[in-house]
């Protein structure tokens, strides 16, 4: 989501008279794009500002902006811990930039952090930074309040883009020669077209069939709020990927209760059997948090043997830091002491590492479908990409070039690539 802002940032930046800088170092304006998911993310924004500061010191006239969701709701703190910043800016307010870096010469700490609950950047032509697959935000906000999360605060509540305007831009990526698109939301299965009565099915049921010849991803879906109709609209359409990443956090019922989820753990895995039902090969992938406030050992070992009930091909794994202003950071203890944490994050990816491993074992033999991305990092010679699944196929190029659609022979497999020789 933050790749796909930075994209619209670029583009209002752009028309605004700004060129971007080929490195770091030669740029006179710096802008940061925060996370505030998790504490690490948080960390890292601020050891790149740490960085920034002798810079700041020795080139006076260098801008320092800082964007998006750590300042959207710690506003005190980025200036308090980073004086030299120049200016903050929220989510919602990217379309007044270049206004604010003018200013920022002049008047110093500006700050724009209103909510607008119609900011979608609808109209906005993105810079893309590949050529390939594009990102395309199709709704923002989230209106689920889960215990641990900040993204309701920081990001407001939620919104979509209109049906025909997602059409366009999908038809608009398809004639520049874009192969693949992701729609992306927060919760994405909560897409609303309320004028044209339609739910997320509807509007990939259209992008599939506005553009044919491009690979449709989406993300990220909920599973209080994924559909059979959408399960089914997947299945019978062949463009739309086979590829479903279903968050559960915890295999506790407890624990989801008191993260707010909105579901259990057999409603969740109803869900998984009724996606395997229509769709048997489809690739399902997750988030997990490990040691959420209370967690018990026994609640922790439901969340392993979820996990191998489902068999994720592969998995986002967390352990869990406290968020100023969530549910949980008010009304909850953050009691699992941290070493006791990591020890059970550590297993969760012990336990994926390895179901992952055998699941990507089992494609040895098989020819699979690759939209090949780019020259593999290794060799000139080998092209990385895709298969629908979205599983990674580094391969003996032959013939291919990044953009092409192949069949690949896939001959061996790590727990995180598939290696293989493109056939035809
Ligand atoms: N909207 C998606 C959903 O509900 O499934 C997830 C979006 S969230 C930005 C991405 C992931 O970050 C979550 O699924 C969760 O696993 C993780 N996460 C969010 N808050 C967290 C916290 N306080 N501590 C650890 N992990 C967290
Ligand atoms: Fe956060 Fe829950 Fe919304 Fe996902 S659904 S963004 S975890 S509040």
Not at 22 to 39: F, H, I, K, M, T
Request: hydrophobic share 40%.
């Amino acid at each position: 989501m933050n790749l796909a802002d930075s994209e619209i940032v670029t583009a209002i930046l752009t028309d605004g008279g700004f060129v971007r800088a080929g490195d770091e170092a030669s740029a006179d304006v710096v802008l940061l794009n925060s996370c505030a998911v998790r504490e690490n993310a948080e960390e890292r924004l601020g050891n790149i500002l740490t960085q920034l500061k002798g810079r700041k010191r020795r080139q006076r006239e260098l801008v320092v902006g800082v964007l998006g969701c750590v300042p959207q709701f710690e506003r005190e703190r980025v200036f308090s811990d980073f004086p030299f910043v120049d200016f903050i800016v929220g989510p919602d307010n990217y379309r007044e930039l270049a206004g604010i870096i003018e200013n920022s010469r002049e008047q110093k700490r500006l700050a724009s952090l209103d909510y607008d609950q119609q900011e979608t950047y609808a109209g906005i032509d993105p810079v893309r930074t590949g050529s390939i697959s594009a990102f395309l935000p199709v709704m923002r906000g989230c209106n689920n309040y889960c215990a641990f999360c900040v993204v309701p605060v920081t990001r407001g509540r939620e919104r979509s883009v209109g049906y025909e305007r997602v059409l366009a831009e999908v038809a608009a990526l398809a004639a520049s020669g874009f192969r693949e698109v992701t729609l992306l939301g927060q919760n994405v299965n909560s897409w609303r077209d309320a004028e044209k009565s339609l739910d997320f099915a509807g509007l990939l049921d259209g992008v599939s069939q506005a553009a044919p010849s491009m690979r449709i991803r989406f993300t990220t879906s909920h599973p209080k709020d994924i559909s059979e109709a959408l399960v089914k609209v997947i299945a019978a359409r062949p463009n739309l990927c086979n590829h479903i990443h279903l968050p559960v956090q915890s295999g506790s019922s407890r624990m989801l209760d008191l993260m707010k989820r909105g579901h259990t753990r057999e409603e969740y895995l109803d869900r998984i059997a009724m996606i395997r039902r229509h769709i048997p090969d489809a690739a399902i992938t997750t988030d997990l948090i490990a040691g959420f406030c209370t967690e018990t050992e026994e609640e922790h070992r439901e969340t392993l043997s979820l996990m191998e009930a489902v068999g994720y091909d592969t998995a986002f794994m967390f352990h869990y830091s406290v968020r100023p202003g969530t549910w949980a950071a008010r009304n909850l203890p953050d009691d699992v002491p941290e070493a006791l944490k990591k020890r059970r994050l550590q297993e969760i990816i012990e336990l994926q590492n390895a179901m992952s491993r055998e699941i990507y074992r089992r494609e040895i033999g098989k020819t699979v479908e690759v939209l090949a991305e780019a020259e593999s990092r290794r060799s000139s010679l080998q092209l990385m990409g895709r298969t629908k699944t979205n599983r990674a196929v580094v391969f003996s190029r032959g013939e291919f070039n990044a953009g092409d659609t192949l069949l690949v022979k896939i001959t061996g497999a790590t727990s995180a690539t598939l290696t293989g020789e493109a056939v035809s």
